[in-house]
Each structure stands twice: as structure tokens, then as C-alpha cells.
């Protein structure tokens, strides 16, 4: 599935999260974990959860400027309980200037509790045309500064 713009990210994809809102400084999406998503103590592991907000952040910085890519520059993860079945990541666009977007997001289970929450900071960056070359020479396709949502 695309994340606005026709941006395909291969890791999110295999992942499975679908996009359910992008607009207006906001983002939903939602995400059923598999059992090879879990860790050993059968619930959904924090490195899927890291991704999850972080996307979702990503999702929310570029839902005021569809066209624009975003790279995570930083990123603040608090895990508040485990995370079973499945989860909404809602995200947030609290501010934002001409480069930078500053933004929060929370992961809430199937009974609405929250699991985990995020703040992050991320670039504006160009997207260029698929198989276009970037200043550093390389092809789109492999150049993470202008084909990805974020840098994870």
C-alpha cells in the first residue's frame, strides 16, 4: 500500500500497516501484528512498535505537504504496557517550519489503552522522480534521503 504520493516503503508493506488518515496534521494507521512480529514473551515486539510510530509521525509530518519526503532525525520511545492483537498508531503534527516538523505519536490496542508513545523530530526533504540521480550520484531507488518516509 502507498503512503500518499505513491511512496512505497518495501519494510512497511511486509509489515502490513494500512493507512487509514492524512490529512491536516494528522495520521492514523492501523496494524495487525503476526506471530513473527512478537517477541519471546508473545507480544508485539518494540522494534515493530518503534516503526509503527514512527511511520505514523512521519505519516503526520507530511499530511500538510503530500509531495514533500520526511527523514526521522530523532526519535523518543516510551513503551507503557505490552501490545497484543490489534493496534492504531495516531499520530500528530504539533509544529512545524519551513524545514523541520516536530511530532507525536501513540500506539493504542483493540480497547483503546495506550501501549506506547513516541515524540520525534524530521527533515523536510525533496522527493525526486524514481530512478532520477541525487546530488550524492546515487539512483532514487537505493538514495534513503528521497525515497523514504523515514530513515528506519
Known amino acids: 500500500m502507498g503512503f500518499g ?12 500497516f494500512e493507512l487509514k488518515v492524512f490529512d491536516g496534521g494528522l495520521s492514523e494507521l492501523s496494524y495487525t501484528p503476526k506471530p513473527e512480529h512478537l517477541n519471546s514473551f508473545a507480544v508485539t515486539h518494540g522494534g515493530a512498535l518503534m516503526t509503527l510510530l514512527d511511520v505514523t509521525m512521519a505519516v503526520a509530518a507530511r499530511s500538510v ?18 501490545a497484543r492483537g490489534p493496534l492504531i498508531g495516531k499520530g500528530h503534527l504539533m509544529h512545524r517550519t519551513a524545514t523541520m516538523a ?51
Open 65 to 82: 505537504q503530500k509531495d514533500t519526503g520526511v527523514v526521522t532525525i530523532e526519535m523518543k520511545t516510551s513503551f507503557m504496557q505490552p
Open 102 to 152: 516536530f511530532t507525536e505519536a501513540t500506539v493504542f490496542d483493540e480497547q483503546g489503552h495506550a501501549c506506547a508513545h513516541a515524540t520525534g523530530t524530521f527533515k523536510y526533504v525533496k522527493r525526486l522522480p524514481i530512478g532520477a540521480k541525487s546530488s550524492n550520484g546515487l539512483s532514487t531507488a537505493t538514495d534513503a534521503n528521497t525515497t523514504v518516509i523515514s530513515t528506519d
Open 5 to 16: 504520493s505513491g511512496v512505497q516503503i518495501p519494510f512497511v508493506n511486509h509489515l502490513g
